[in-house]
């Protein structure tokens, strides 16, 4: 059984149609790319799977079941989590804090725990803490743990955001452009982390991304989505010398 | 210098009742960047609710059923009214705010005034026009302190609302749903992507307001015992004022900005005559809110895209 299965997805923005039958099976522990030129519907696809839309007609399956109508918390506990293309950070939060945060539904501790600091408490916080310093070593960031992100570069911004989604310890990880507005150093350094990470936690990943690079050395299999349709769908060397993936993104090949 | 301090006094009292107000129409705010408008009524609700608790009480103790203190009674006026108005502001936001939490902005505060407006004339078809007075549950005790004359009432007055923003305080700042408040402040969207309920987080937040208005409303009720439906409306209003000096979804902003709107009221018409004392006062806050539109603790906002 797939651990995603999206089947005849449609969805319609009023009377634009974004997304046009949308067929998507991501195994455990596969990493998938989708590409595609600005305004194709791949952040749209994103929103549907992750429950910020519903979609007109189609099926979504996690784990084989159907997650049409459940709210995004609920998605999100099943092992489903994301980043996004422009960041999303609680900007006057310390780094720490985002991580912990991704702990919410495993904080058993109420009101008394947090006023008179009792050992479960601390037990928990020391869990929570031990995790989150964990992940921060792994993204090389633990020496920012007390930062607020706010006051971070860019590249170490985007690590955090990755810490935060792999902190909910997902099954699946869907990743909307990691790599934007990254320098070149930036760049092979997060690709290094996705492998180091996908290694370590073995994770699905999928993956929205403009550049080639990123997605023909990372991916397993790409999608190429053009007006929200799907035109081609192969291993990175299919999809490279794919005729209408070129044309797609460079235009025909001769005009007359 | 006495006269100075005796206003002292008095300004820290009203500064509490405005920051205790305050703090909910920020804590909203912050979660979801809207003014709930009703806020001022959810006062006026918080004090009838105590007003039949505490007489409900006193009653009992009275024929014997069981026999408390008054200050027992005090407490447990606070603390039941508190909770009861809690349970109405979590009500007021399923019913008349999260249907419309992806409509206009504008279209929520009107919900607002509405809402503040059945509050207001349910009140009077149940209860008439006439006025009730707040049971006296405290004696009042005057003691001079080199001149300055202070009351029993006012030390509690002060006391308790500085222990509620401690304890609101610790509540944001140790607990997981104070952690996901304040992230939702920050950015709205990726919160749910955390495994959190917004909707919890956002009742919560309108009933964690609601009870400290609750809280400021028996509290002015031992200092200024008469009701009427309309109560909440100036000193609503008032509140909403500091909420907005102190900065938007700012919780020590909207405390801090509480009790500098007691001082500037209070000192206005120390100075000026009495009749004068919004006048100026407000004048003052509108000078500051040029200078910093933000408010005082306020940050500028960058707009969001709430999904």
Redesign the interface.
């Known amino acids: 059984m797939p651990l995603l299965e999206v089947k005849h997805m449609t969805h319609f923005f009023g009377g634009l149609r974004a997304v046009h039958d949308f067929n998507l099976s991501i195994e455990k522990g596969e990493i998938r790319g989708l590409i595609g030129p600005n305004g194709a519907g791949k952040t749209t696809i994103f929103n549907l799977i992750t429950g910020v839309y519903q979609p007109t007609e189609g099926e979504i399956l996690f784990n084989g079941q159907s997650i049409i109508g459940l709210q995004t918390h609920e998605i999100a506990s099943l092992g489903l989590s994301r980043t996004f293309q422009n960041l999303r950070l609680w900007r006057h939060m310390s780094v720490v804090e985002h991580i912990k945060m991704a702990r919410y539904s495993k904080i058993t501790y109420g009101l008394v725990g947090a006023f008179f600091d009792t050992p479960q408490r601390r037990r928990e916080e020391k869990e929570a803490e031990e995790m989150a310093y964990h992940l921060m070593d792994e993204l090389a960031i633990t020496h920012l743990a007390g930062q607020i992100v706010t006051n971070l570069p860019y590249g170490a911004q985007r690590r955090v955001e990755m810490a935060r989604a792999l902190a909910t310890e997902p099954d699946l990880l869907f990743l909307d452009e990691p790599t934007a507005g990254m320098n070149p150093e930036e760049l092979a350094q997060m690709m290094d982390i996705f492998r180091q990470v996908h290694k370590e936690f073995g994770m699905a990943i999928f993956l929205i991304e403009h550049r080639l690079r990123v997605v023909m050395e990372l991916c397993d299999r790409i999608q190429t989505l053009v007006f929200g349709e799907v035109i081609a769908e192969g291993t990175p060397e299919e999809i490279q010398n794919n005729p209408k993936v070129v044309e797609a993104y460079l235009g025909k090949e001769d005009i007359h | 210098m006495t006269y100075f301090l005796q206003n002292f006094v008095n300004a820290l009292q009203w500064g509490s009742f405005y920051a205790l107000i305050a703090l909910g129409y920020s804590m909203v705010y912050g979660v979801l960047l809207l003014f709930n408008f009703a806020h001022g009524d959810i006062f006026m609700v918080g004090s009838y609710i105590g007003f039949f608790v505490a007489t409900g009480l006193v009653g009992l103790s009275a024929v014997g059923v069981i026999t408390l203190p008054y200050w027992l009674i005090l407490v447990l006026t606070i603390l039941i009214s508190m909770i009861l108005t809690a349970f109405v502001g979590m009500l007021v936001e399923r019913v008349g705010y999260r249907p419309l939490r992806d409509a206009p902005r504008a279209s929520a505060a009107i919900t607002g005034l509405m809402i503040g407006v059945i509050l207001e004339t349910l009140n009077l078809i149940m209860l008439g026009a006439e006025r009730y007075k707040f049971p006296e549950l405290l004696q009042t005790e005057i003691y001079e302190l080199g001149g300055v004359s202070v009351t029993n009432k006012k030390i509690m007055i002060v006391f308790v609302s500085l222990l509620l923003m401690y304890?609101l305080n610790?509540?944001v700042m140790?607990?997981?749903w104070?952690?996901?408040m304040?992230?939702m402040?920050?950015?709205f969207?990726?919160?749910?992507?955390?495994?959190?309920?917004?909707n919890t987080i956002a009742a919560l937040t309108f009933g964690l307001g609601s009870a400290l208005a609750a809280a400021a409303s028996i509290l002015f009720g031992t200092a200024y015992p008469v009701m009427d439906p309309y109560m909440g409306v100036t000193i609503g209003w008032k509140a909403f004022v500091a909420a907005i000096l102190g900065g938007r979804g700012s919780i020590v902003g909207a405390a801090v900005a509480g009790f500098i709107l007691g001082f500037i009221e209070i000192f206005s018409a120390s100075v000026f005559p009495s009749t004068y004392r919004d006048l100026i006062a407000y004048s003052i806050i509108l000078f500051i809110l040029v200078f910093r539109p933000h408010g005082l603790f306020g940050?500028e906002h960058t707009s969001k895209l709430r999904?």
């Open positions: 304890l610790l509540f140790k607990t997981k104070g952690m996901a304040r992230a402040a920050y950015d969207a990726v919160v749910p992507l955390m495994g959190i309920p917004l940050q999904l």
